[in-house]
């Protein structure tokens, strides 16, 4: 193994073996994968925390159900359709008990939140892997670089620090890349979990209100007015 005199870290990476370059190169990849996570999730859980907000205000401030349907129409929230969702079945159970009613209109709920957690979720379980599988994969990498050195130290027949640094130098490069790809990762990966457990309160409490609402309009009516007043 020639051992380079060159200790920057570009230099380091060139006189590496082929399996540790491999290692640094998989890590770095995992790396930009975790900031292009980190941004394209966060993008996401903005524009849905701050359409969801501004939904459940405008779906509180509404008189019934209906009123709500024309506040929400067009909207992509999850809350949208949840307003929409409770709408369609009362359509569907009129002339049907009330509680029956209920039942089903909260198991649609539940499953228009389930499936925006799910996607809120998305992408996220990439970033717990790296964060607990990158510094293995670093340590990996210099085990293998240092028995390489070891094995140009022999060679070379001499334990000259001039001749041992660079190898070991190049070795312990691929731990501190790992560190790099996995610190950030599991640091993001917490915050999105924060993030998300706000999101699901904030989708309960739509889930919620559009239920009290349901509730209200079937104890006026009878059944929800479904069709907007004119």
Do not use: C
Request: aromatic share 6%.
């Amino acid at each position: 193994m020639v051992l380079p005199h060159n200790l920057s870290p570009w230099g380091m990476f060139m006189g590496a073996d082929i399996v540790v370059k491999a290692v640094m190169v998989g890590l770095a990849f995992a790396s930009v994968v975790t900031w292009t996570v980190w941004l394209a999730k966060s993008l996401e859980l903005l524009a849905a925390t701050r359409s969801g907000r501004r939904l459940i205000r405008q779906v509180d401030a509404s008189p019934s159900l209906a009123h709500a349907v024309g506040e929400v129409e067009g909207a992509r929230s999850p809350i949208g359709r949840m307003v929409t969702a409770a709408v369609q079945e009362a359509e569907l159970s009129a002339g049907l008990g009330k509680e029956g009613l209920k039942e089903r209109a909260t198991s649609r709920l539940d499953r228009i939140e389930v499936a925006a957690i799910r996607s809120a979720t998305r992408g996220t379980g990439l970033l717990a892997t790296i964060g607990s599988t990158a510094p293995f994969v670093g340590l990996f990498g210099t085990v293998w670089g240092i028995m390489n050195a070891f094995i140009g130290i022999s060679k070379a027949q001499t334990t000259n620090l001039a001749i041992v640094a660079p190898g070991i130098a190049e070795a312990l490069l691929a731990t501190a890349i790992g560190l790099v790809a996995a610190i950030p990762a599991v640091v993001i990966y917490n915050l999105f979990a924060r993030w998300i457990a706000g999101y699901r309160a904030m989708l309960g409490d739509g889930s919620a209100l559009v239920l009290r609402h349901l509730s209200r309009d079937l104890d006026r009516a009878g059944r929800p007015k479904l069709m907007a007043a004119e």
